[in-house]
């Protein structure tokens, strides 16, 4: 048995959980309360209405990207089929918190249960490093075609690009699986607010009833491996790249390199830069709520982005997408 202290929230009527020592394991009817954006009435349909259209806008614009892609024979390239693979892995991460909230905002409850919460941790790390490491592949496609043109097609053959993806799966896979395993060691009280629109684990680790010392520096560590080498060859890639851009004699074939790369930086820009802001802000304010406007940015607005900065850059996409059009008119 244990003992934790209790208290109640007039106006949600829900219960938190403050403190314990050596507390049981009543997860199995544990549910939490995912408290959204706002709790403002007047916000609620403005929320709707923006959520919604960033849904669908990603929805229509990644499944465009795929259909361009799988439709036309001249994308049949190693670059194009990351793209489409990371394109499909957008709409996996955005689905993974916005119908949520769009249901929540609709019945006026945000209750989850907690297998459901530990479902949608497992399917957000999933997509979410799965877009990582989908990223680093595509830098060493790029370093591949600049650095070695002449051998590209022979090193990035068709059976390299697909074992590149299922190693990319497979690691998304492990550590989701970390995650998940870390977030189920954790006990809770009956009915925890959660200040955010979808379960995250440094918001179970805070609202965790037991010890977390532990959980929050395994949790870093899976963050530093799965985020840090990645990122590292990322950044590696592109020094090489650099570097061999800068080797070639006429500026034309300078600008032609860095067009080559210029959407998928632009896509790493924005995907870590955003992640990085959603680090700092839940690390540095105080304020749950700015952490959960913070996250919009990282988990809908980026995947929104990414099929227009990849077609608004690159003619073939363009060319592929006015054809997909032109048959459906």
């Keep these: 048995m244990y003992t934790c202290f209790l208290y109640t929230n007039p106006r949600l009527f829900s219960k938190r959980c403050l403190c314990s020592v050596d507390p049981q394991n009543i997860t199995g009817v544990l549910k939490f309360l995912l408290l959204g954006l706002s709790d403002d ?11 919604l259209s960033i849904y669908l806008v990603t929805m229509l614009g990644n499944l465009l990207i795929f259909l361009a892609v799988s439709s036309d024979s001249h994308l049949h390239t190693p670059m194009y089929f990351f793209l489409s693979i990371l394109s499909m892995a957008d709409i996996g991460f955005t689905s993974t918190t916005i119908p ?61 690009c697909s074992l590149l993806v299922l190693a990319s799966f497979l690691i998304s ?15 809770f009280c009956t009915n925890v607010e959660i200040p955010h629109f979808f379960c995250d684990s440094p918001q179970l680790l805070k609202l965790a009833c037991n010890d977390t010392s ?11 491996i ?16 650099v570097s061999s851009i800068l080797k070639v004699p006429s ?18 820009c924005l995907f870590y830069g955003t992640g990085f802001v959603v680090y700092f802000s839940s690390t540095v304010s105080h304020s749950p709520k700015k952490g959960a406007v913070a996250s919009v940015v990282y988990t809908m607005v980026t995947p929104m982005l990414n099929p227009f900065i990849y077609s608004l850059r690159n003619r073939d996409i363009k060319i592929a997408l006015q054809k997909i059009i032109n048959r459906t008119a």
Excluded: W
């Excluded at 009435?41 to 959520?51: A, D, H, K, S, V």
């Excluded at 070695?148 to 390299?160: D, E, G, K, Q, T």
């Excluded at 896979?173 to 006990?187: E, P, V, W």
């Excluded at 590292?232 to 890639?237: A, T």
């Design 100 to 160: 949520k909230m769009i249901l929540d905002i609709q019945t006026h409850s945000g209750v989850i249960s907690y297998a459901s919460c530990l479902i949608q941790l497992f399917f957000l790390n999933l997509f979410g490093c799965l877009d990582n490491t989908l990223l680093t592949v595509m830098a060493y496609d790029r370093f591949v075609a600049i650095c070695y043109p002449l051998h590209y097609l022979v090193i990035m053959n068709p059976r390299l």
């Design 226 to 241: 799965f985020g840090g080498i990645p990122l590292s060859g990322i950044i590696f890639s592109y020094y090489k790249i």
């Design 173 to 187: 896979l492990l550590d989701t699986q970390l995650h998940c395993l870390l977030m189920s060691q954790l006990s």
């Design 41 to 51: 009435p007047e916000l609620q349909p403005l929320i709707f209405g923006l959520f």
């Design 214 to 224: 532990t959980s929050e520096i395994l949790i870093y560590i899976i963050g530093a």
């Design 251 to 268: 500026s034309g074939g300078r600008y032609k390199a860095f067009v080559t790369c210029g959407s998928h930086l632009s896509v790493v």
